[in-house]
């Protein structure tokens, strides 16, 4: 019997994922208090993804809209 990831994880998946999913990806990350490192090794992400997804969530999280 195998054990399956928890579906935030996203490992295994072969289509692309949803940028809604990554996001959560990345909150998961923010509020887990771990260095990026390990929480890609401990999630099964690339660093380099995870580092990528966090970037842009940030960058959108410091967009405020402006009412002209």
């Not at 999630?43 to 809209?65: H, I």
Request: hydrophobic share 35%; glycine share 8%.
């Amino acid at each position: 019997m195998s054990e399956q990831s928890p579906p935030w994880t996203l490992a295994g998946m072969s289509k692309p994922v949803e940028k809604q999913e990554w996001f959560r990806v990345a909150e998961a990350f923010e509020a887990s208090g771990l260095t990026q490192q390990a929480f890609s090794q401990r999630r099964g992400l690339r660093l380099s993804t995870l580092q990528s997804w966090v970037y842009r969530r940030r960058g959108e999280a410091g967009r405020v809209p402006i009412s002209v």
